[in-house]
């Protein structure tokens, strides 16, 4: 069954590449294809277009489908083109011409439209969530470790001394960022395509206010060709926000590969996060870590991918942006099993506590030293050179300590204003 069936019978070679694999992508969609239609059918009896009982029908029907699809039942056989046409089928099938009458002042375009931009609404919140409890972790581990020092790198050469109080906080600040791009991607995706139909509108005196507020959206995409052009807009915007975080993820993810192995040295991790080799039985290597760089970094080609399939198409649907849900809905499971596998990996890492007993961290002291030359009187420049000459010859002695007072410094980390600053960005 289509919805735009003519009795015209369509090649099936054509048919099968047309679809692809829409059925198995839109059963994301279910619940919110039935929410919407809630919305659409009730509007539909506030103007006319369907009496009450109609209307109590088909709500009662589609309530019936939410609660299949919650408990797993609902399907999308090979005779349905998408998920729009198996709903309507299964209302027509039930209550007659009421399930007939659904789609009236209706395109599937609007229809893709408010099913996607509702998902994406639960999504991003969802990635909220996940992205706070992150933060939550890394900044407790901030507080335990803030006074173990850490060696501090620049071109992947000893720079400066660092700790893990600095090395935790610095990611869980980054994840505020993080929750600013999601709250800019929710921002875009809470607005009402309902109406739009095909992308022009309708004759029909249809309440798009009214659908607005039933589906809880923030506001309406008024212009009906807007509606229609924030397709493949919305979920690029949700990709980059999603590359913000992955980005972050993958980042902090090569940190804890390099700061394990025994080059470094700097960590440890416990046995049920590694693996083994099949022929080296000293092996223990941080697959969890390196599949989430992986996969994060996958995850950040996904904006580029939507702009290559949307970047020139004119104004208007074309079939293109079908193609959008290929990359984006299992990105989406990807990026949401990368936070919950990071959530449960990062509070068993181990830190070591006496890493800069090591005597080449000593050079991690030099700009201290230096600072202190000038506190004491002596031009910086001169006090850089003199310092450099010490090293130069050896006599070099390194005070092992540091005095930094400024805020976000080593030893001021300001963790509770980090805290108030996420505690700003997720309330918006």
Known sequence: MKLWEKGIPTDKQIEQFTVGNDRELDLVLAKYDALG??????MLGQIGLLTNGETESLVV???????????GNFIIEDSFEDVHSKIEYLLTVKLGDAGKKIHTARSRNDQVLVDVNLYLKDVVLEFKRQVKSLFDLLMESAEKHQNVLL???????????SSFGMWFSAYAETLIDDITMLNAALKIVDQNPLGSAAGYGSSFPINRTFTTQELGFETLKYNSVAAQMSRGKSE??????????????????????LY????FDFITLPSHLTTGSSIMPHKKN?????LIRGKCNKIQALPYE??????????GYHRDLQLLKEGLFPAIQNLKACLDIAIFSIKDIKVKEHILEDKKYNYLF???????????????RDAYKLVAEQLENGSFQSPKKTKHTHEGSINNLCLAEIKEKMVLAYQK
């Open 37 to 42: 239609s809630i919305a659409h059918a009730k």
């Open 61 to 71: 029907a589609l309530e019936e489908i939410i609660a299949d699809v919650e408990k």
């Open 151 to 161: 060696p501090g790198y620049t071109h992947l050469q000893i720079a400066m001394p």
């Open 236 to 257: 690029k915007i949700v990709a980059f926000a999603m590359s913000s975080v992955a980005a972050t993820l993958s980042k902090f993810s090569m940190d804890v590969c």
């Open 260 to 263: 394990m192995s025994q080059n």
């Open 286 to 290: 941080p697959d969890v870590f390196e």
């Open 306 to 315: 939507i702009t290559l399939i949307t970047n020139n198409l004119p104004s």
């Open 366 to 380: 030099t700009v201290d030293a230096l600072n202190e030359m000038v506190v004491a009187g002596v031009p910086f």
